[in-house]
């Protein structure tokens, strides 16, 4: 298995709705990551964990929560939502946080905030 | 800080030209380059690395060879098929030190029949 799946494929929220975004690897790495990337611009890195801990937060504002409950689990948590926050959320793995084999992407969720 | 430059797009080509996508680095120490491909409603995959200088990344007839001297990764191909478009993103790694991808702004490619 070496893939990275993400759950939804698409999703709708109102701004006062509470969902969460789901990643799974089962590659054995033991480091994932959360990227936002908007139309036509590059992925813009959110969180990195680093063998289950949080190890980069890109001052993210706090109605994002990542959480990763295992090595081959990452969920993204989002409460109280704006309109800008519309975008496509990658998920990532990779053996090492530092080492030269880079990052395994999911195919994203792509998020609508109304 | 690192930084990477991609030429700007979109680029246009008819089936069976040839591909040039100017990749450029700032970077301080010895980053590993990346290209990365992203397709039509897709995630990214990555299309081929090169990890010192000198290196030829290549995979699916896309080239790409590390040049310390000119700070450059540019990214070959010798004849496009219309499958190839999409969005190709060049990106350094800042190795032993954060470990994070610093992509370039993307350079998208349409290919004609």
């Known amino acids: 298995d070496t893939e990275v799946t993400q759950t939804p494929k698409h999703l709708v929220m109102g701004m006062t709705n509470k969902k969460s975004l789901k990643c799974e690897q089962h590659m054995g790495h033991r480091a994932m990551y959360w990227y936002k990337q908007k139309a036509k611009k590059p992925p813009e890195l959110m969180f990195v964990y680093s063998y289950e801990k949080l190890s980069i937060n890109e001052s993210v504002p706090s109605r994002f929560s990542p959480e990763c409950p295992n090595s081959s689990l990452l969920n993204l948590h989002l409460h109280a939502l704006q309109p800008e926050d519309s975008a496509l959320y990658l998920c990532a793995s990779s053996p090492d946080p530092l080492g030269e084999a880079r990052e395994y992407f999911g195919p994203g969720t792509r998020l609508t905030v109304t | 800080g690192n930084s990477v430059t991609q030429m700007e797009g979109p680029v246009t080509l008819s089936e069976e030209a040839f591909l040039t996508i100017n990749c450029t680095y700032t970077a301080t120490g010895y980053p590993s380059l990346f290209w990365y491909v992203q397709y039509p409603g897709e995630g990214l995959q990555l299309l081929l690395k090169?990890?010192?200088?000198?290196d030829k990344g290549s995979n699916k007839g896309f080239e790409a060879t590390y040049r310390k001297e000119t700070t450059s990764f540019h990214l070959e191909k010798g004849s496009v098929q219309v499958s190839d478009s999409a969005v190709y993103f060049c990106a350094l790694s800042d190795s032993g030190n954060t470990g994070k991808l610093i992509f370039g702004q993307g350079t998208t490619l349409q290919v004609k029949p």
């Open positions: 090169a990890t010192k200088a000198d």
